[in-house]
């Protein structure tokens, strides 16, 4: 049987590797490591498609290491011990000949079976480089985490998706026989979504689907071939990240249907409830923050019970949060003033603590005059005393704007009587 084109490709050298300058550039922290035959243990961290087991596998090869592969959906606690037996005797400890064990989807290990690991990575029998799509703070115990590099790999931008079409279309054994001409790829690389895989397979799909060797990509040919061979909801991977959108819009534009049809189905493929559980949280901060501050809790009291009960009880608390959140009030505000506080801390620098707010825990800054002028508000009317507390060069720089809605009007009201004119929205 035929590899997929995403197989057939495969780069396996460092030059050949398409993206993640930041890693694997000239100055790149993994090809310097390599150059001098130190490798870590790591984690990779990125979307899918990115080229994580890619970038393992150039790693093992262009170090010249023995190499052993686990995926975390398939392998048990006995897999583990078995393979990290087998590195045991084909590596020295702590050479640069370590055998490296990587650990595909290192997400969906239980802590028994990431606890297996600790040991062989300790003592060196193992190099460990491990795959996730999520946040490995979330997901790889602590102990295992701080014995590994954390690295993350960035979504394909357009240039390199077109630069995965245009060495397919050169490299490829089938390819080179045909006529492909890329007249349109936007649609191609949209649904895509930055996955590298996807885009190969998606367009094998197509050319596979055009008689003849004279072939023309379009995006109505791309819609047409993609509607007729919708895939079954993947959570390893072709939808989870859509289905996972659509989801969250549907609560962010507070229609309750579409994110319990999109809930349903997560749930009937399979997905991981403490993910999507996760999802709420973010957006019962970023989508309804202040006009309904109970939402996060309700999220996070929701996560919290999801992680305890499992499936099958726990559809029916994510089914109350998801409705909960789409019928509540929406509001970006803390979503947009932390944006704008981030960007103008990049765009101003270090800027000087005011002196009446600096803290003084030593004799000489208390003579310097810190905090000296602080006034304590809860020493005067209302708990409040009207003093600046950003850095001169801010001070009329607003970044907190309340939303429309019933709560925040409230807010604006409790800022204005203090503020004389400061928050006059």
């Not at 309904?292 to 999220?299: L, S, V, Y």
């Not at 932390?338 to 707010?357: M, Y």
């Amino acid at each position: 049987m035929e590899a997929p084109l995403a197989e057939r490709i495969r780069p396996k050298q460092l030059e050949d590797y398409i993206s993640q300058t930041h890693l694997v550039g000239e100055t790149g922290i993994l090809t310097q490591n390599i150059k001098r035959g130190l490798i870590p243990s790591m984690i990779f961290w990125g979307p899918p498609g990115t080229g994580k087991t890619t970038l393992a596998e150039i790693i093992a090869k262009e170090s010249e290491r023995p190499f052993y592969v686990l995926s975390a959906i398939n392998a048990g606690v006995k897999d583990v011990r078995e393979v990290i037996e087998k590195a045991k005797n084909s590596g020295g400890i702590f050479t640069a000949r370590n055998p490296i064990l990587f650990i595909d989807e290192i997400h969906r290990f239980s802590k028994s079976q990431q606890d297996s690991l600790l040991g062989a990575v300790e003592k060196g029998w193992i190099t460990l480089i491990g795959a996730t799509t999520e946040n490995p703070s979330f997901e790889v115990i602590p102990a295992l985490l701080s014995r590994c590099q954390v690295y993350t790999l960035n979504a394909f931008t357009k240039d390199h998706l077109q630069a995965l079409l245009e060495r397919a279309i050169s490299t490829d054994k089938f390819l080179k026989t045909k006529k492909i001409k890329l007249k349109e790829v936007e649609t191609l690389f949209r649904i895509s979504g930055g996955d590298g895989r996807k885009l190969l397979n998606t367009f094998e799909l197509i050319v596979n689907s055009i008689s003849g060797d004279d072939i023309e990509i379009t995006n109505d040919k791309v819609l047409q071939v993609v509607q007729q061979n919708t895939v079954r909801y993947d959570k390893t991977g072709e939808q989870h990240y859509d289905i996972i959108s659509a989801f969250i819009k549907s609560i962010r534009g507070s229609d309750p249907n579409g994110a319990v049809y999109w809930l349903a189905r997560m749930i009937e493929g399979g997905e991981d409830l403490k993910f999507i559980a996760r999802r709420l949280v973010i957006s019962a901060s970023e989508d309804i923050g202040l006009a309904n501050p109970t939402a996060i809790i309700m999220a996070n009291n929701i996560f919290q019970a999801v992680s305890v009960i499992g499936y099958p009880e726990s559809r029916i608390l994510l089914s109350q949060c998801a409705i909960y959140l789409a019928t509540s009030p929406k509001s970006n505000a803390s979503y947009l003033a932390i944006g704008k506080a981030q960007q103008v801390v990049k765009q101003t620098g270090d800027l000087s603590v005011p002196i009446h707010l600096r803290n003084a825990p030593t004799k000489l800054m208390k003579e310097l005059g810190y905090g000296e002028d602080y006034k304590y508000s809860h020493d005067y009317p209302g708990n409040f005393a009207y003093q600046e507390f950003l850095p001169d060069e801010l001070s009329n720089v607003p970044f907190y704007e309340p939303g429309e809605n019933a709560r925040e009007k409230q807010t604006q009201d409790f800022l204005r009587q203090r503020w004389q004119g400061k928050y006059n929205y």
